[in-house]
C-alpha cells in the first residue's frame, strides 16, 4: 500500500518545487531538499477544489480534461528564490495542471490570477520509489495539498519562461469586415491578463485566420498561453502590417468573426 501512494507524493513534490525553475531530479540530496522544503501535504474536500476551480475559470480558459491539484501556500518564506511565487502570499493557491503542463498561481482573496506558468515534470526513476518517503503528518507544512490527480509522465525538463502578466501593451487589430470585432474580443484577453493596457484598431489587409505575434520578443510563454487558450496561431508581423509600439499584436480573422 505504501508503495502505491509513493509515487503520486513525491510527483507533487517535484512539480511544487520546480514551477518556475525547469530541473530533473538526478541525485538522493535534491530530493531530500524537496521532501524538506514541502514537508507534509493536507488533503481538503472536493467542495473546496470545485470552488476554486470556478473562480479560476471564470477568469481565464481552464483544461477541460483533468481535475488539477491545487496546493495552499501556507509559508511563502521557504519559496523565495522561485520566479514563480515572487508575488506570492500566504493563503494563495497554486492550481498545476500534469496533462496540459500549465500551472496557475490564484489570490483567493482578491479574486485575481497572479502568475501563469508552463510546468516541467521529471520522469520519476526507480531510485526515487526505493530511497524516498513522505509523511504525510510530518509537522509544520509550506504547502498544504488539496488533490492529487492521476500522475503522468514527460519528457526531460527545459528551462522555464515565467509568463508576464502585469503592464504588458497589446494591440488587437480586426483583420475582418465585422464591425467592432476588436472590440468584442477585449475581454477574452483581459480575462488572462487583466492588468494588461490593451489597444484597438483595423489591420491593413483582410485575413482568414486570426494571428497573434511577439513584437518585443521578450513574451514567449505569455504568447503560448494566448495562442492555446484563444486559438490563435503564432507568426511574426506580416510585411503588409505596420510594426506598431507595444509588446503583442493580435489580428483577428474570420475565424472570430461570430463572436
Do not use: H, R
Amino acid at each position: 500500500m505504501q508503495k502505491k501512494l509513493l509515487l503520486p507524493i513525491i510527483i507533487i513534490l517535484v512539480i511544487l518545487a520546480g514551477i518556475g525553475i525547469g530541473f530533473a531530479v538526478k541525485s538522493q540530496k535534491e530530493i531530500t531538499d524537496l521532501k524538506n522544503k514541502l514537508l507534509s501535504q493536507t488533503k481538503i474536500g472536493n467542495a473546496e477544489v470545485d470552488q476554486i476551480v470556478k473562480e479560476v475559470g471564470n477568469l481565464m480558459v481552464l483544461p477541460k480534461d483533468e481535475t488539477p491539484t491545487i496546493a495552499t501556500i501556507t509559508d511563502v518564506e521557504k519559496l523565495k528564490g522561485q520566479a514563480f511565487y515572487e508575488k506570492a502570499k500566504n493563503g494563495d493557491k497554486v492550481l498545476i495542471y500534469m496533462k496540459a503542463k500549465k500551472a496557475i498561481l490564484y489570490d483567493p482573496i482578491a479574486k485575481k490570477i497572479v502568475d501563469i506558468a508552463p510546468v516541467n515534470l521529471p520522469s520519476p526513476t526507480e531510485e526515487v520509489q526505493q530511497n524516498v518517503s513522505i509523511s504525510p503528518t510530518s509537522p509544520s507544512p509550506t504547502l498544504s495539498k488539496t488533490q492529487s490527480p492521476t500522475p503522468t509522465s514527460s519528457k526531460s525538463p527545459t528551462p522555464t519562461v515565467k509568463v508576464q502578466t502585469d503592464n504588458l501593451n497589446i494591440i488587437i487589430l480586426n483583420g475582418t469586415q465585422v464591425f467592432g470585432l476588436a472590440g468584442k474580443f477585449e475581454p477574452q484577453v483581459l480575462k488572462l491578463l487583466p492588468n494588461a493596457d490593451v489597444i484597438k484598431g483595423n489591420a491593413k489587409g483582410n485575413y482568414t485566420e486570426s494571428l497573434i505575434i511577439d513584437i518585443s520578443g521578450k513574451n514567449t510563454s505569455t504568447i503560448s498561453t494566448l495562442s492555446s487558450s484563444l486559438k490563435l496561431k503564432t507568426t511574426t508581423l506580416p510585411n503588409n502590417e505596420t510594426k506598431p509600439d507595444t509588446d503583442i499584436m493580435i489580428i483577428l480573422g474570420e475565424d472570430k468573426s461570430n463572436l
